[in-house]
């Protein structure tokens, strides 16, 4: 019998497979379980997918507006807000039905929402359901909506001292409770589900003399001192640049004002094609920004050794693209005094009583020098005060900068204008740019003078 | 507050409550019960003296001895002449001996006559290798004594205080359930837990009435069932009836079987009946079967269906279990390789590679204990050929499953689907659970997630914690069952119950391991858990073998309390 006996360790050699495979298994579920329920397949998460009969029972929660408005509610299919205008401007943050829209925003805050944790799991006490907040206001995104018009593109303002995004529309776009049948096939929904403040990139035209005019600033001692002439087209060898008009002699703050293509092909020359990209690269214009689990489509500014492309390089032309949330970031760190905040869209996320998530700013590297920034300040001020009108901002100090982005084809220039409130009270920093549409100036600033009189509306009440 | 808000918040406090109570209470259940089952004194009965000349006495503590110079007998006799294994010494339920020679090298002589075997009394003696003796039964007086001395395992108040908080265990459950559930499922709920309860207290005390008082091995096994009634309860509430009435043909089944083997000479006889019984099944499944989910493994008649293979797993393990004057005297295992062929064979041409794999490694532990080292070569020969036959028949099968394990992941809709489906909900689930009724994987269509992937479904209601209390339930039950192989009475029982418990917990590693990816999906029952009559019936068989080998003073039914000379103890 002791023999026998003393084989019986047999068994214990399975019961330790069962232990040692189970305990495996308990340091792979620490390690790994909310990989899992959060995972694309997994029916706790809302995936901005095509949900499943037995996912649209579970309830995912609400996603307002900074003011408590509800922009969707993440049940039975997604149920959107009674009002079309909002559904039309916030489809491009919170996504559509389908999952043709990339709003990865919030797919990024699936495990806040959930409120995981491995201990308690998905369990929340009674029906308590997630209210996830933006920095948006649906205020603002109907004002915007309605002032881009028949336009295409995007305008989005962003408090720069706080970093929150109060406005981001997206032309065109469409009602998630209404989808045209023609939505792929009509150009005049093309791109539709493009959110383009995030994912398009544009020809920049004159508000990239912003940077070029920085660069000189951090660059070039004598610059103030500096005298630029235009006679209406500049000769670079067999090329020419050409301008809007025949400017004169212009100092450094004359020239920007005046947008003149000339001076700042001089510029160009002075400053030389790779310490133009240098800049380019240290004010991060090109660079994808990334926030709130979403990334931006990169810019573009190619260096070259033709005098002429360099030129138009450093008038926003040549291969020059911008991506608008990037650009904005740029204008955010002037209006800041040379160092920027990202901007951010989720404000807070609750569960209950118990409060999963709450946003902020990330703080950029300094970008430029204090000085340069000031001086930045006035000159774009001295644009808006000179020459676009205060009587379009009425109650705010506005420095900004238009531009015109030529695309070539049959198309229209982009116009685009760029800016912010130089107020404390107000520290908004915006960008508008309008696809196939001409002028910037004349295009924008009207969009930027409705937009930004809706946001001191919400900021002062 | 209006009613329905009042009945809304009630619900609400008691799961919030539940979640933390219930493993606090489950845990305690545990404690009580794997402490005695793990830690009792290993305390040997004595069943006679061997009378040395000299006046030496040595106490023979098994039924089954075998007597030789081996350091590892168990009777050592360190004299030259006496071979390394001389001879086996065995009782009989009747109290009467026998002497068979193992082989050795001068025999055994009775009475001065060579013997091969033979029946002995205290007045004859024997002699090995020159060496006279005697064998001389304990007396009557002296066995009470024992009986009195040899620590009583648990009180009547202990194992009455572990069904009350198994009950109240179940209570907890069944109103959970009842609080969430839809009108038209109260009844299969009540039903379904009030089943169980009841088959627990009549259990009890049946035990009561025939003076055993151990009942922790059915504390855990009733555990267990609660735990699988709230898995049906989740995903089909209308099937708790069905179960529970399996669970009392389990219990019958136990019973019977239990009983059988308090007679070591009637079960010897079934056991041939077992062997007929087995591979029949089988046979008559393969033959009628129909196959479900790729394998055919099940027979309808009517429209009451059942899978043979599970019962066969009880035969294979009367068929296995064999006696040590057998073990000694016939090294051979050739019947029973040729046997456990049949039967794998059998399950290989059903395409049942899950079933195929528990018989193999429970063939695997049997030959060990049989043949310890000598079966070595046996054993690998044997296995190559199994998994030779496994391979080529069941190659696609089981390929596949192959194929999916560790990358269920990559395919989360397609052929990991089932398991990602399972893990996703066991993290919802998180260590505490999301309570009775409240689990996402009960109302889906997910196949087989009360049964193959039961342990997500009760993951993701009761929390990772609890399905770590269950897997430790099963773990018990083996570990208890080595650790009473040491004082087992013979190898018969010591065998059936090592190869039962190597069963459940093959069954628990294919299952539960297999839900979770860290094995190969296999998709076979998890032991008391799995909804489905044949997986409980043939599981409460099998616990009968460790009941049988329980030779703790007054704990098993399974067990005679030991009276000399066939005088019956009720």
């Known amino acids: 019998m002791n023999r026998i006996a003393a084989r019986a360790w047999v068994v214990a050699i399975l019961s330790g497979i069962l232990l040692g495979g189970f305990i495996f298994f308990v340091v792979e579920f620490m390690q790994k379980s909310s990989q899992w329920v959060l995972s694309e397949n997994s029916p706790f998460v809302d995936n901005n997918q095509q949900l499943s009969e037995e996912q649209r029972t579970l309830d995912y929660g609400t996603v307002v507006d900074r003011d408590s408005r509800i922009l969707v509610k993440l049940d039975e299919g997604r149920v959107y807000s009674q009002d079309a205008d909002i559904r039309k401007t916030s489809i491009h943050w919170i996504g559509g039905r389908d999952g043709n829209i990339s709003a990865p925003l919030l797919a990024a805050f699936k495990k806040e929402m959930l409120a995981y944790n491995t201990l308690t799991g998905t369990y929340s006490y009674g029906d308590s359901s997630p209210v996830t907040r933006l920095t948006l206001s649906s205020k603002v995104q109907k004002v915007a909506l309605e002032a881009m018009g028949n336009y295409k593109g995007t305008v989005a303002v962003y408090n720069y001292q706080t970093g929150e995004l109060l406005c981001s529309v997206t032309t065109p776009t469409f009602d998630p409770d209404n989808v045209p049948a023609d939505l792929e096939t009509n150009p005049s929904t093309d791109d539709a589900y493009y959110n383009k403040f995030i994912q398009y990139h544009y020809t920049p035209g004159s508000i990239f003399k912003i940077v070029t005019l920085a660069a000189a600033m951090e660059e070039l001692d004598d610059l103030d001192s500096m005298e630029f002439s235009c006679a209406g087209s500049y000769t670079m060898g067999v090329d020419k640049i050409t301008c809007t008009g025949t400017h004169g002699k212009q100092n450094i703050q004359e020239a920007f004002r005046n947008s003149c293509n000339c001076a700042f092909a001089q510029l160009s020359e002075v400053l030389g094609t790779h310490t133009l990209a240098k800049y380019v690269e240290q004010f991060g214009i090109t660079k994808a920004i990334t926030f709130d689990g979403i990334t931006t489509a990169e810019g573009r500014f190619d260096t070259d050794a033709s005098a002429v492309n360099v030129a138009w390089s450093a008038i926003g032309q040549f291969n020059d693209e911008i991506n608008p949330c990037a650009f904005l970031t740029f204008v955010g760190a002037i209006a800041r005094g040379g160092q920027g905040l990202s901007p951010y869209v989720m404000d807070r996320i609750s569960v209950g009583d118990n409060v999963t998530y709450r946003g902020s700013a990330e703080l950029n590297t300094r970008i430029m020098t204090p000085r340069t920034a000031q001086r930045l300040q006035e000159f774009m001020r001295s644009n808006v005060a000179d020459k676009y009108g205060d009587w379009n901002f009425p109650g705010l100090k506005v420095c900004a900068k238009t531009g015109t982005g030529e695309v070539g084809g049959n198309k229209k220039p982009n116009a685009m204008l760029t800016g912010f409130v130089a107020d404390a009270q107000y520290p908004l920093a915006f960008i508008v740019c309008v696809e196939d549409a001409g002028f910037g100036q004349s295009v924008c600033v009207p969009i930027a003078s409705k937009v930004l009189a809706s946001c001191k509306e919400v900021m002062d009440s | ?570």
């Open chain 2, 1 to 570: 507050m209006g009613k329905i808000e009042a009945m809304a918040t009630f619900t609400n406090v008691y799961i919030t409550i539940l979640r933390w109570m219930l493993p606090v209470l489950v845990a305690i259940l545990l404690v009580r019960c794997i402490r005695p089952l793990l830690f009792f004194r290993r305390e040997p009965e004595i069943w006679a003296w061997l009378c040395l000349p000299g006046d030496r006495k040595i106490p023979v503590t098994h039924w089954e001895s075998v007597i030789g110079r081996h350091p590892k007998s168990d009777i050592v006799l360190n004299v030259s002449t006496i071979s390394r294994t001389h001879a086996v010494l065995t009782r009989y339920d009747d109290g009467s001996w026998t002497i068979s020679d193992a082989d050795s090298a001068s025999g055994i002589q009775v009475n001065g006559i060579k013997k091969k075997i033979a029946a002995i009394t205290q007045e004859d003696t024997f002699t090995l290798g020159g060496v006279t003796m005697h064998i001389k039964p304990i007396s009557r007086r002296q066995e009470k004594r024992l009986a009195q001395l040899r620590t009583k395992v648990s009180t009547f108040f202990g194992s009455f205080f572990n069904v009350i908080l198994l009950t109240a265990i179940q209570f907890f459950c069944a109103l959970g359930f009842l609080l969430t559930a839809e009108a038209g499922e109260f009844t299969s709920i009540l039903m379904g837990f009030g089943g169980i309860i009841i088959a627990e207290w009549i259990l009890l005390f049946f035990y009561i009435t025939i003076r055993r008082t151990a009942f922790e091995v059915e504390t855990l096994a009733f555990f267990l069932c609660t735990m699988g009634m709230s898995a049906i309860a989740a995903v089909c509430p209308g099937e708790a009836i069905k179960q529970v009435f399996a669970m009392g043909l389990g219990i019958g089944l136990f019973l019977t079987v239990g009983w059988s083997l308090r007679d070591l000479n009637r079960a010897k006889i079934i056991r041939y009946i077992a062997a007929v019984a087995g591979i029949g099944m089988l046979v008559a499944t393969f033959m009628f079967g129909t196959e479900i989910k790729g394998a055919r493994n099940w027979i309808f008649i009517g429209s009451f269906s059942f899978q043979p293979s599970e019962l066969s797993k009880v035969c294979f393990v009367l068929v296995g279990a064999s006696a040590l004057e057998r073990i000694v005297t016939k090294r051979n295992l050739f019947l029973f390789i040729a046997y456990s062929a049949m039967l794998v064979g059998c399950l290989a041409l059903m395409n049942d590679f899950g079933t195929a794999l528990i018989f193999f490694g429970a063939f695997l532990v049997i030959a060990f204990m049989r043949s310890g080292s000598v079966g070595t070569v046996a054993l690998a020969i044997a296995a190559l050929v199994f998994a030779g036959v496994l391979a080529l028949k069941v190659a696609p099968h089981a390929l596949d499953r192959f194929d999916n394990w560790r990358h269920i992941w990559e395919d989360p809709d397609g052929n990991g689907w089932q398991q990602t489906s399972g893990l996703v909900a066991m993290a919802s689930g998180g260590l505490l659970g999301l309570g009775p009724g409240q689990g996402w994987l009960g109302n889906t269509r997910v196949f087989s997630r009360d049964a193959d992937i039961v342990i997500a479904t009760l993951g993701e209601e009761w929390g990772l914690i609890m399905v770590i209390f269950m897997i430790l339930a099963v773990i018990t039950l083996a570990v208890f069952s080595i650790r009473c192989a040491s004082v087992g009475r013979s190898s018969f029982f010591t065998i059936g119950s090592c190869a039962a418990a190597s069963i459940l917990l093959l069954q628990a590693i294919l299952n539960a391991l297999g839900t979770v990816d860290v094995l190969p999906f296999t998709g076979v029952t998890f032991p008391f858990l799995s909804n489905g009559g044949s997986s409980m019936i043939c599981t409460w068989g099998l616990l009968a073998f460790i009941k049988a080998a329980d030779t703790r003073q007054n704990a098993s039914f399974a067990v005679r309390i030991s009276k000399q000379g066939g005088d019956e103890d009720e």
